[in-house]
């Protein structure tokens, strides 16, 4: 009996996951946490899967803005959600950066879903017009919040949570982390 390796194919396209958190007022210190945990292990798995791939990362409370990865992982803001403005700026990056005939398309919003009323249309607007035609996957991670509705992940659920490339999962606690990645990590292309 002899014992080999075996070789395990990796994709020949080009990756990018772009991650979007909420910083809002409404967002805890410990919610934070729990996105930096899960974004750190996707990024992993998925680095162990392509080649080629480059991680971008958005930040947002009424306001939307790429940050470099130290950013992200511990920044501190606070202020209103418009969840909206970090959808748009997403769009615009695949369209600027990221022609779709070259990339795999991963894009990962996280918040605790407190919204502003009239912005949950416009956010289902710019995915189903723009947005969800050019990802492999948008994936939405809601972190329970005391003091978020939480009514925006229900909003997905509705709008466009039967498609084939939408994850969504809920995120009561640090334990459900690996959980929601499962969630996510089952639906990509």
Not at 130 to 155: D, H, I, T, W
Not at 170 to 179: L, N, V
């Amino acid at each position: 009996l002899y014992r080999s390796w075996k070789t395990v194919e990796r994709p020949e396209a080009n990756a990018v996951i772009i991650y979007m958190m909420d910083v809002s007022g409404s967002m805890t210190d410990e919610q934070k946490e729990i996105v930096r945990i899960e974004a750190f292990w996707i990024d992993t798995w998925l680095r162990s899967q392509y080649d080629g791939i480059e991680t971008r990362y958005i930040v947002h409370d009424a306001e939307a803005t790429e940050v470099d990865r130290d950013t992200f992982y511990h920044t501190r803001e606070s202020g209103g959600t418009r969840i909206s403005s970090a959808y748009k700026l997403c769009d615009k990056m695949i369209d600027q950066k990221f022609p779709t005939a070259d990339w795999n398309i991963y894009a990962l919003h996280f918040s605790d879903g407190d919204n502003w009323g009239e912005d949950n249309a416009v956010c289902l607007e710019v995915l189903r017009e723009r947005m969800l035609a050019k990802c492999n996957l948008f994936g939405y991670g809601q972190v329970e919040s005391p003091y978020g509705s939480g009514q925006f992940l229900r909003e997905l659920q509705r709008g466009v949570g039967q498609r084939d490339n939408v994850a969504l999962a809920e995120i009561p606690d640090k334990d459900a982390i690996y959980d929601s990645i499962k969630v996510f990590l089952g639906k990509g292309k």
